[in-house]
């Protein structure tokens, strides 16, 4: 019986090596290329609170969004409550806050004068809109500015004057902040 094709050891290594040399050649080439090496941005929180209107920033908005650090996000409510009771609580909140006038009054009147309030977490993290400022940090560095909403856990706590004992209250609150970060340039 005679076979249609038949090799000895030697032709079969020389058509295996033709063929890995062929299939060699049409790789892609971009697999040979070094890769290039791109900064991520790291942000410095510069303050919070500061009333801007992100959509109409004359900023480049930005490609997908930076990411910004949870421990950024709880320092900055913090900066936010610190106020709270306060008589600078008022300046805190956003001009375009929504009774807000309301809010500090309320706090001012019903709130005890001992009551502190304090951040225990922050959870659900999601940036709303962002917007780069070419060159308006103070340092001269690019200013991103974030708007943000956050699940804050809070825990208030003041001397009750009827009980005589000291009171906490554990809460959670949804928030809007609207963070300001020195970053590097972004080319």
């Given at each position: 019986?005679?076979?249609?094709?038949?090799?000895?050891?030697?032709?079969?290594?020389?058509?295996?090596?033709?063929?890995?040399?062929?299939?060699?050649?049409?790789?892609?080439?971009?697999?040979?290329?070094?890769?290039?090496?791109?900064?991520?941005?790291?942000?410095?929180?510069?303050?919070?609170?500061?009333?801007?209107?992100?959509?109409?920033?004359?900023?480049?908005?930005?490609?997908g969004?930076?990411?910004?650090?949870?421990?950024?996000?709880?320092?900055a409510l913090?900066?936010?409550?610190?106020?709270?009771g306060?008589?600078?609580?008022?300046?805190?909140?956003?001009?375009?806050?929504?009774?807000g006038?309301?809010?500090?009054?309320?706090?001012?009147?019903?709130?005890?004068?001992?009551?502190?309030?304090?951040?225990?977490?922050?959870?659900?993290?999601?940036?709303?809109?962002?917007?780069?400022?070419?060159?308006q940090?103070?340092?001269?560095?690019?200013?991103?500015?974030?708007?943000?909403?956050?699940?804050?856990?809070?825990l208030?706590?003041?001397?009750?004057?009827?009980?005589?004992?000291?009171?906490?209250?554990?809460?959670?609150?949804?928030?809007?902040?609207?963070?300001?970060?020195?970053?590097?340039r972004?080319?």
């Open positions: 019986m005679t076979g249609i094709c038949s090799f000895n050891g030697s032709q079969l290594r020389l058509w295996l090596a033709i063929l890995v040399f062929v299939s060699a050649l049409s790789a892609p080439l971009q697999a040979r290329e070094f890769r290039q090496v791109k900064r991520i941005p790291s942000p410095q929180l510069l303050s919070v609170g500061e009333v801007a209107n992100l959509p109409s920033l004359p900023g480049a908005q930005v490609d969004m930076i990411p910004i650090p949870e421990r950024d996000v709880k320092r913090e900066k936010v409550l610190n106020d709270w306060k008589p600078g609580f008022r300046g805190r909140l956003s001009w375009h806050f929504v009774r006038d309301e809010l500090a009054d309320t706090v001012r009147s019903y709130v005890p004068r001992d009551a502190r309030i304090r951040v225990l977490g922050v959870s659900s993290t999601q940036i709303n809109a962002q917007a780069i400022l070419r060159g940090a103070p340092d001269g560095r690019d200013l991103l500015v974030s708007r943000i909403t956050t699940t804050g856990r809070t208030v706590q003041f001397n009750d004057r009827s009980s005589r004992q000291l009171s906490s209250l554990q809460g959670t609150n949804d928030f809007v902040l609207q963070l300001f970060h020195a970053i590097e972004i080319k």
